[in-house]
């Protein structure tokens, strides 16, 4: 089945530096998506990607979707301590019913 | 906004209890899925429904059911807990490629199973 390789595992960073995290494939997808999951909730969806190259912000955070189709970019720039949890990639392809998720990148950030 | 909603945030049950999960969403999505959730095991996918009456099994069924009867409803049955049913468990629904393809999580219900 696919896979996705979501990195890094984990971060630690100060207050006000930017982030920059990853999911590359095995196969293409036709959608990503990112979550983000505070402790004890559900993911909640932060941005979606529907072509390859598009680029697509929502605050202060850009997402890309890779040329490829297999992979997927997330920064977060200027972090701030509300930024903390845990940040998914999902891709999707169109007809399936299934999406595949990666692992999860657990963000930290020091006041 | 979208919406989906799980009946509990929290349940505690015993072993061999009959458990239902349910879940409901606003947005007509003909998707709908049951996840469960467990540190260092990300997220697994135990059922998915495509339609009303409609199932697949997903990575790991074995010990649940599901039940769609309304479009806007997907329940989840443990027909007999145990102990490793434990876990942190998400519904999600997801629009059609037409409404955007975008997949939406509930709230989540933490099951514990003593």
């Known amino acids: 089945g696919q896979q996705l390789n979501q990195s890094p595992q984990s971060m630690f960073i100060q207050e006000g530096e930017d982030v920059s995290m990853n999911c590359t494939s095995s196969s293409i997808f036709n959608t990503w998506l990112w979550y983000k999951q505070d402790p004890g909730e559900g993911p909640v969806l932060l941005i979606a990607l529907y072509k390859a190259g598009e680029l697509t912000s929502n605050g202060r955070l850009t997402a890309q979707f890779g040329i490829t189709r297999k992979d997927s970019f997330l920064n977060i720039s200027a972090s701030i301590p509300s930024d903390v949890g845990i940040y998914f990639c999902?891709?999707?392809?169109?007809?399936?019913?299934?999406?595949?998720f990666g692992d999860g990148t657990t963000l930290t950030v020091k006041p | 906004d979208v919406k989906v909603t799980q009946s509990s945030r929290y349940l505690v049950k015993r072993t061999g209890e009959k458990v239902f999960l349910e879940c409901v969403q606003d947005?007509?999505?003909?998707?709908m899925f049951w996840y469960r959730q467990d540190p260092g095991l990300g997220l697994r996918l135990i059922y998915f429904s495509y339609d009303v009456k409609m199932k697949e099994k997903g990575d790991i069924p074995e010990g649940y059911s599901v039940s769609r009867e309304k479009k806007e409803r997907f329940s989840l049955i443990l027909e007999s807990a145990s102990t490793n049913q434990t876990s942190m468990y998400l519904c999600a629904s997801r629009a059609t490629v037409v409404q955007g393809n975008e997949q939406y999580f509930g709230p989540g219900t933490r099951l514990t199973v003593t």
């Open positions: 947005m007509d999505h003909e998707n």
């Open positions: 999902a891709g999707q392809l169109t007809n399936a019913g299934k999406s595949t």
